[in-house]
């Protein structure tokens, strides 16, 4: 299986602050590689999709960017609605990966 | 618009099973692959399975390979999941989700609909 490591687990951050998160496959993915927001209580939210790509509706603040074994997930100014935990995803093998998720939380 | 209802989980005793059910709506399902996706409490997301349409392809996260089975009905518009041997580690949120749309080419597959989920606890 492909294995999946984002860095750092947690962080804390101000509203407006530039926030960084990365992710690193165990090999390379091309640009097969998702982000996800999740709120507590409710299910995952698809951000981006193919590395760099804005799913419909997702404020653009938000951006991703990377190929092969290293990605990044951008948030340009951090609103308090941005509070969550995100997931990168790889979906290079048919069998799906995780990381093992970035919590965002309020300095 | 898509739309995903998991029903089926619930409270079981270790060694059990259960079958988790996902009845998809909105969308033309027969065209997916469709995912299993779990989440203990208090922990990261952990892909379980996916299936392509028609059932021909199953993937599984290889820690449940055995007694995890995902199926399909694509006339019932519907994904399963059962689970044998029911422990304790088992106790999290399922979720289903859409994943591959075999119709487009070119595009990254992600899981772009997630029902609510369903929650599953294994306990005596």
């Known amino acids: 299986d492909i294995q999946m490591t984002q860095s750092p687990s947690s962080l804390s951050a101000s509203v407006g602050d530039r926030v960084t998160i990365t992710c690193r496959a165990s090999?390379?993915?091309?640009?097969?590689l998702n982000w996800y927001q999740q709120k507590p209580g409710k299910a995952p939210n698809l951000l981006i999709y193919g590395a760099s790509s804005s799913q419909s509706g997702v404020p653009s603040r938000f951006s991703g960017s990377g190929s092969g074994t290293d990605f990044t997930l951008i948030i340009s100014s951090l609103q308090p609605e941005d509070f969550a935990t995100y997931y990168c995803?790889?979906?290079?093998?048919?069998?799906?990966?995780f990381g093992q998720g970035t919590k965002v939380e309020s300095k | 618009e898509a739309q995903l209802v998991e029903s089926g989980g619930g409270l079981v005793q270790p060694g059990g099973s259960l079958r988790l059910s996902c009845a998809a709506s909105?969308?033309?399902?027969?065209?997916?692959?469709m995912s299993w996706v779990r989440q203990a409490p208090g922990k990261g997301l952990e892909w379980v399975a996916n299936i392509k349409p028609d059932g021909s392809e199953k993937y599984y996260v290889d820690s449940l390979k055995g007694r995890f089975t995902i199926s399909r009905d694509d006339a019932k518009n519907s994904l399963y999941l059962h689970i044998s041997r029911l422990r304790a580690d088992d106790t999290a949120m399922y979720y289903c989700?859409?994943?591959?749309?075999?119709?487009?080419?070119?595009?990254?597959?992600?899981?772009?609909?997630w029902g609510q989920g369903t929650l599953v606890t294994v306990s005596s």
């Open positions: 995803q790889q979906s290079y093998s048919k069998g799906r990966t």
């Open positions: 989700a859409r994943d591959w749309d075999i119709a487009i080419f070119g595009v990254v597959p992600s899981f772009d609909y």
């Open positions: 909105g969308f033309t399902f027969s065209r997916y692959w």
């Open positions: 090999q390379s993915i091309s640009s097969y």
